[in-house]
């Protein structure tokens, strides 16, 4: 990983976080958005509306930033509650975007073991993730982090039990 990049945890006692996330994503060409969120196009109105709605609270929201606070990487673990025989559960549904310029650094692989370890400390039960089969970079993240896949008519349905891959650690709250 680059030197200069750090992992936070994003929270509400910090103003600034939507507008940061806004330039994060700001910063994706349109191809990349229209991975990152499972649409045909993304305007610029779907951002500023999805990142308005982010609940940096109950979400996990993870970023490797540079020490201008620029968001370079980001991991957001949406949680639900579904109701199963045995009881609730709390999901999340995962999602990565990392900055052109820092792809293939294996930041999103680390995001993604650290959004594990976060979402674990949260009391998250099973992470779910959805790509199109043809996003190779995708799939080898959740190959190289232990998901278990599934792929049907071009898209790739991933999920992961945490408590078989978490670990103990922290992640800085800031
Ligand atoms: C998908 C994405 C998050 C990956 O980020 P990244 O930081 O570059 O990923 P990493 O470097 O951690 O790992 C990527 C892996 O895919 C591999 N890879 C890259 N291109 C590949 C290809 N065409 N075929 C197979 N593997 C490929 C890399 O070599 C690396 O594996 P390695 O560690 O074994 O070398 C990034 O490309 C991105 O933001 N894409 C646009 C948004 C998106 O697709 N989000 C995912 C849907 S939620």
Not at 123 to 131: K, N, P, T, V, Y
Request: hydrophobic content about 45%; some cysteine.
């Amino acid at each position: 990983m680059p030197t200069d990049l750090y992992l936070i945890r994003l929270s509400s006692h910090q103003g600034d976080s939507h507008a940061r996330v806004l330039a994060h994503l700001r910063q994706l060409s349109d191809d990349d958005l229209a991975l990152r969120f499972g649409l045909a196009r993304v305007k610029d109105e779907t951002l500023v509306s999805y990142v308005r709605g982010l609940n940096f609270d109950r979400d996990v929201v993870l970023a490797l930033q540079d020490p201008s606070s620029n968001i370079a990487a980001l991991a957001h673990a949406a949680r639900y509650e579904v109701q199963l025989a045995t009881g609730r559960e709390a999901r999340a549904e995962v999602s990565f975007s990392v900055v052109p310029a820092h792809r293939g650094c294996g930041l999103a692989q680390l995001l993604m073991r650290a959004i594990i370890e976060a979402a674990a400390e949260a009391g998250i039960d099973r992470l779910c993730a959805q790509c199109v089969s043809a996003n190779r970079p995708m799939r080898t993240v959740f190959a190289h982090t232990g998901w278990s896949v599934e792929v049907d008519s071009g898209e790739v349905v991933a999920a992961l039990t945490v408590r078989d891959h978490a670990r103990a650690s922290h992640v800085q709250t800031i």
